[in-house]
């Protein structure tokens, strides 16, 4: 049985893009256009694929297993597809990235510009997302994650600064009204300003002094999902309602200014910074290698991740 190329691609769209709307947005189509091509799909396969009301679409079971099968044949599809531009000197064609927000916010705008301007023909698509996900099953090319997140049997390479901190920092109006906390273990008497993940985890506070490792799930009075919202966390903390716990790169210029001051430095513990990966077992598209290959220039170790199953 033939089917259209672009009625499974639409299919994939809309799918991924939780409805036609916003499916049309991404992919520059007509939301009437891609209705058609899911009825066209759906008429040939005899069975309904998702579940349409006047507020949303969710996939049946047998849309979901399709589109857990379509979504990385079609990526290699793709693949295929860009390999032809390696016959010209410029690569071209599309790099799709998941990343957590930090990443897109602080690392990703000083890499993606040098690069987009020495690569004028390529495209690159990034979803923010701070949960776990499969690359391959959500249609990206390659995600960006810190070790102890990373996918099993993947390629990785250290992308960004090497070395990062989360500092806890407060506004001096909230330290001079509520006193400055000399210990991990003050933070349960304070107002904390929390991250929580968008399965409902809230992100544990961590910190690290002489050995000692001390985490903590401290009460607050405001919980934001990372991304855009974190804004909104840091606008709080400035007002003088509580303590926050933020990536260093995002909190400097309200330190250096004094809107914020650092509180339990000494509990302030550095990681390693965040890893490009992707899979091994696929062909790299030529735009994806010629961005690996521009961060190598910058990072030249390469590191395979074990599998969690070993």
Not at 278 to 304: C, M, N, T, W
Request: include cysteine.
């Amino acid at each position: 049985m033939l089917f259209e190329l672009d009625d499974l691609s639409a299919f994939v769209a809309v799918a991924r893009a939780g409805g036609f709307r916003e499916a049309a947005r991404i992919s520059g189509s007509s939301a009437s256009g891609l209705s058609d091509a899911l009825r066209r799909l759906e008429t040939r396969l005899g069975t309904r694929l998702l579940h349409r009301s006047t507020r949303s679409i969710s996939l049946t079971e047998t849309g979901a297993r399709l589109f857990e099968r379509l979504s990385p044949a079609l990526a290699e599809i793709n693949a295929a597809l860009d390999t032809v531009h390696t016959q010209t000197d410029q690569p071209a064609g599309t790099i799709r990235f998941n990343v957590p927000a930090n990443v897109a916010r602080t690392i990703l705008p000083g890499i993606l510009s040098p690069f987009l301007k020495a690569y004028p023909q390529i495209r690159v698509e990034v979803t923010v997302e701070d949960s776990f996900v499969d690359i391959l099953a959500s249609g990206a090319d390659a995600g960006i994650r810190y070790e102890e997140r990373l996918e099993q049997d993947m390629i990785a390479v250290p992308i960004g600064p090497r070395i990062q901190r989360l500092l806890t920092v407060a506004a001096p109006s909230y330290l001079a009204m509520r006193g400055r906390p000399r210990h991990p273990g003050e933070l349960l008497e304070h107002a904390c300003l929390r991250i929580r993940f968008s399965g409902g985890a809230s992100a544990m506070w961590e910190f690290e002094k002489d050995g000692e490792v001390i985490r903590l799930d401290p009460p607050g009075p405001l919980l934001v999902q990372p991304g855009s919202a974190c804004d909104l966390l840091m606008e709080t903390a400035i007002a003088g309602l509580g303590i926050a716990c933020l990536f260093e790169d995002w909190l400097a210029p309200h330190i250096r200014s004094g809107a914020l001051e650092v509180v339990l430095e000494d509990w302030t513990a550095p990681f390693s910074g965040p890893m490009l990966y992707y899979s091994g077992s696929r062909q790299l598209p030529p735009p994806l290698r010629a961005f690996v290959d521009f961060i190598r220039s910058h990072e030249p170790e390469v590191k395979q991740v074990p599998s969690r199953r070993s």
